[in-house]
Nanobody, 123 residues
Framework: QVQLVESGGGSVQAGDSLTLSCEAS????????MGWFRQAPGKEREFVAADTWNGGTLAYADSVKGRFTMSRDNAKNTVYLQMTSLKPEDTALYYC????????????????WGQGTQVTVSS
């Protein structure tokens, strides 16, 4: 079975940094695209970042561009989301997801999802 497990979330102050990790099991990340999404209380889930199977192409939501950096280590079957200059509006449950496509930002094309890790940013 496929499992995606996010970690690294926590409660921080505005301006701080956090790095999230997503470790996959039952699925090799080498050859597939990965994405990060987030959902704040009372809001719909939204796209954050995505990369290609080898991390060569990246896409970011306008709201996080310049502050967040996605990367991966296929040898460790893990993807990361480095977040800097965090803002209260970044507060959300962050999800890691895997797609059968090489690269996509479309939520509907992601077949596997983790349980999420909570990020809370206080002003």
């Amino acid at each position: 079975q496929v499992q995606l497990v996010e970690s690294g979330g926590g409660s921080v102050q505005a301006g701080d940094s956090l790095t999230l990790s997503c470790e996959a099991s039952g699925l090799l990340l080498n050859g597939i695209g990965m994405g990060w999404f987030r959902q704040a209380p009372g809001k719909e889930r939204e796209f954050v970042a995505a990369d290609t199977w080898n991390g060569g192409t990246l896409a970011y939501a306008d709201s996080v561009k310049g502050r967040f950096t996605m990367s991966r280590d296929n040898a460790k079957n893990t993807v990361y989301l480095q977040m800097t200059s965090l803002k209260p509006e970044d507060t959300a449950l962050y999800y890691c997801a895997a797609t059968s496509a090489l690269f996509t930002t479309a939520e509907a094309l992601y077949a596997y999802w983790g349980q999420g890790t909570q990020v809370t940013v206080s002003s």
